[in-house]
């Protein structure tokens, strides 16, 4: 189908059973016509779809609640290009941009930034105090703050959201 007739609008139920999910579905779509718009449609909270607008997998969100009006609005806009979007993503939007200050403000110092590195490299902790020249409890008290400032549990989250966030 995707093929043979090009579609200018996409109104995909999120469940589309048969064995692919409309997010599966939306994703094909994006890949055969580029062009088209895609309305992702959900009895579910419309927020919790939100990063698919932001990865560019759909071009909205649309409950399955919404007045006539709306989904009429939406997908009038859809064919002239456009997206309208709710306050609620725009809430979306800044709680995301807080996030993203948040973690650039975060830093580590030298010293937690070294054990960070030796446990991604493998040491354990008494391999890093013997290079450091410490005691061992020294390594997990270090650890143990970097797990609390990255809001980790274990060495390897801490290791990966730290690469992430590039402060190793």
Same mark, same amino acid.
């Given at each position: ?53 932001? %990865?560019?997998? #759909?071009? *909205?969100? $649309? !409950? ?10 939406? @997908?009038? &806009? ?57 005691? %061992?409890?020294? #390594?997990? *008290?270090? $650890? !143990? ?10 060495? @390897?989250? &801490? ?10």
């Amino acid at each position: 189908m995707l093929e043979k007739t090009k579609y200018d609008v996409f109104l995909i139920d999120i469940n589309l059973g048969n064995g692919i999910s409309g997010i599966e579905f939306a994703e094909q779509v994006r890949m055969k016509q580029l062009e088209a718009s895609i309305i992702l449609y959900t009895g579910e909270l419309v927020e919790n779809y939100y990063s698919l607008i932001i %990865e560019q997998k #759909v071009d *909205n969100i $649309l !409950s399955k609640t919404a007045t006539r009006d709306t989904l009429l609005n939406t @997908i009038y &806009a859809a064919v002239h290009n456009k997206v309208l979007i709710s306050k609620n993503f725009i809430y979306y939007i800044n709680r995301q941009l807080d996030k993203t200050t948040v973690e650039k403000k975060l830093r580590l110092n030298a010293r937690q930034k070294q054990i960070l590195e030796m446990v991604g490299e493998g040491y354990t902790n008494k391999g890093i105090a013997s290079e450091l020249d410490v005691v %061992e409890r020294t #390594v997990e *008290n270090n $650890l !143990s703050q970097i797990y609390n400032l990255l809001n980790v549990e274990t060495r @390897i989250e &801490a290791v990966i959201k730290a690469k992430e966030w590039e402060l190793i």
